[in-house]
């Protein structure tokens, strides 16, 4: 069984974010950015995303609460904890979701 889910007409940026311990980015062998313990975000950018879009992703980045506090629930930020962000533009864009059975397939 196959379903469409329809996209809106724009789709907003968009990110996939991991808690890493530690994160870097290498270049034909050479280090250029790395970060210790936060978040790493892998971000769709759309075509009509400008500025606005870019900001307002930044504040949810910082803001969510995925950091455990000191009674080891998640109920500290990213601007909470001074942890690092490091984010990867992914260059395809966020594409049409397809659902094939229980399997997810992201198609661009």
Same mark, same amino acid.
């Given at each position: 069984m196959l379903w469409?889910?329809?996209?809106?007409?724009?789709?907003?940026?968009?990110a996939l974010i991991q808690?890493?311990?530690s994160a870097s980015v290498r270049v034909e062998d050479e280090l250029v950015g790395s970060i210790g313990a936060g %978040? @790493?975000?892998l971000v769709a950018v759309q075509p009509d995303d400008g500025e606005?879009?870019?900001r307002r992703m930044?504040?949810? %980045? @910082?803001?969510?609460r995925v950091f455990a506090d000191e009674a080891g629930r998640m109920n500290r930020s990213l601007a909470d904890t001074g942890g690092g962000l490091?984010?990867?533009f992914q260059l395809e864009s966020a594409g049409a979701v397809v659902l094939e059975g229980t399997q997810v397939i992201a198609k661009a």
């Open positions: 469409r889910i329809p996209q809106p007409a724009t789709v907003p940026m968009i808690r890493v311990t %978040l @790493l975000a606005a879009q870019a930044l504040q949810r %980045l @910082l803001g969510y490091q984010y990867r």
